[in-house]
Nanobody, 122 residues
Framework: QVQLVESGGGLVQAGGSLRLSCAASGRTFTMYSMGWFRQAPGKEREFVAAISWSGSSTYYADSVKGRFTISKDNAKNTVYLQMNSLNPEDTAVYYC???????????????WGQGTQVTVSS
């Protein structure tokens, strides 16, 4: 069992940055690949980024490539999402999730956090 708690969301102006954190409980955190997804009002939850269990491989949605960076600190049981050059289209609730294998498919993830709101003003 893995429990996930996101933090770091908030209100930021366009062009600004935020760093999201996702703290995990459970001794098996190092076995899991992690993903970040987001859901804007009236839209489907969409893939943002994923990282392999070791942290050696990362994957990004085209919409965030070059602006967002995912990282994983197994010693701290935490995964991060550094978000730079934010724009209003990035406004959404951001969720972290855990899976045995990194994937862009949300149905491959077994555990989810409660989400953290990110709002980007123009």
């Amino acid at each position: 069992q893995v429990q996930l708690v996101e933090s770091g969301g908030g209100l930021v102006q366009a062009g600004g940055s935020l760093r999201l954190s996702c703290a995990a409980s459970g001794r098996t955190f190092t076995m899991y690949s992690m993903g970040w997804f987001r859901q804007a009002p009236g839209k489907e939850r969409e893939f943002v980024a994923a990282i392999s269990w070791s942290g050696s491989s990362t994957y990004y949605a085209d919409s965030v490539k070059g602006r967002f960076t995912i990282s994983k600190d197994n010693a701290k049981n935490t995964v991060y999402l550094q978000m730079n050059s934010l724009n209003p289209e990035d406004t959404a609730v951001y969720y972290c999730a855990a899976a045995l294998y990194a994937s862009y498919l949300k149905n491959r993830y077994d555990y989810w956090g409660q989400g953290t709101q990110v709002t980007v003003s123009s």
